[in-house]
């Protein structure tokens, strides 16, 4: 298991949903009145998040009078709040954690518990989804609610975190283990325990296996075999580079899948190519982040890597792909500036075809590294396992 979770931090609800709203009255101010910007996407993007994953629907959100309104689904399906709607009446109320909320399409009053309120807009209908003001819902169900105006995509917490389970804390001093080593020596060596390198790394046994990347905790040595002799550029192990997924992001343990065979081609020849990238399991919807600064150079549509993007490094000496997301954050094109950790997309199963074809594979991010200057493949999975320790801290944490 590698999903970093922590305890989250008492928000403050009245400054920061006013700050959040303020934000999405400014995007919407910006984009609502142009169709014409909407066409311009790569591909499909995602506005909203609910408990860590990216929420799609039919009907995208929409703004009234600098609130967002949100298809019901995307509260009920990705919260598991219950949701009764009376026809007649046509009042919609949802429930959880003993909380129970009234709304009625076309009116501007609400119920919590019983208790009047009145809304700045009311709920209505599109294309036969009932949408509803994202803020007075959450505020009512004790939702905790993020605005990333960057990525201009908003965040939804209906969960508190889980703290089972648990990362590397000292993740800066990496020792590649070589043939014929054991635990003790390797202890013995850099001036720490057996008990201490298996509690930083999470160990349940003293088994080792050739290249394993181990962390040595505080107070160790520098590492005999350090993991900078090994990978090809000891400047991609640098604390500016990010791990693509957050820290509370879940994640299927990954292996080096570089250079593996992948029988599927455009062709349909029946020939045999070579992976050029390592692929991590995760479930649809992750959020999918900038491991480097850098700008767009593609984006969009790829036979093989699906809505894909590749982000070249600000140095100009790499590009990154990111390849089989569902969905982009809003607003990226070519020539944009990115920044280290910043929101770009979402985990998906697209590729293998023509635009749009999903279901080939189950979802993963596959993530490629290569030299800009000749295009040549790098084998990322060292890098990948340093830049685990450095990942980008949810706003829930």
Known sequence: MNRCLHKSSTLHWPRLLGAFFICLSLYFGMLGASEEAVAEEPGPTVSLMVNGKGVFSDVQPQNENGRM???????????????????????????????????????????????????????????DRTLIPIRFVSEALGYRVYWDQIARVAQIESQEPDDSVAVVETGTNPYVVQAGDTLSEIASQHGTTMSAIKKNNYLSSDNLTIDQILFLPDGSRKA??????????????????????????????YGDSFGSDREWTESNSGSVRSHEGIDIMAPKGTPVYSVSTGTINRIGWNTYGGWRVNITDAAG????????????????????AIQAGQLIGFVGDTGYGGAGTVGMFAPHLHFGLYRNDDGRAIDAYDYLRYWEQNKIASPFS
């Open 69 to 127: 309104l949100v298809p019901i689904r995307f509260i009920a399906e990705a919260t598991g709040a219950q949701v009764g709607y009376d026809a007649e009446s046509k009042q919609v109320t949802l429930e959880q954690k003993g909380r129970r909320v009234s709304l009625i399409v076309g009116k501007n009053i609400a119920y919590v518990n019983g208790k009047h309120y009145t809304l700045d807009v009311p709920p209505k209908i599109v294309s």
């Open 224 to 253: 005999l075999n350090p993991l900078s002799k090994k990978v090809g550029d000891s400047k991609l192990l640098g604390s500016s580079y990010h791990f693509p997924f957050n820290n509370r992001s879940w994640y299927e343990p």
């Open 317 to 336: 000496q790499y590009r990154m792909y990111y390849a089989h997301l569902s969905a982009y954050a809003p607003g990226l094109r070519i020539g944009d």
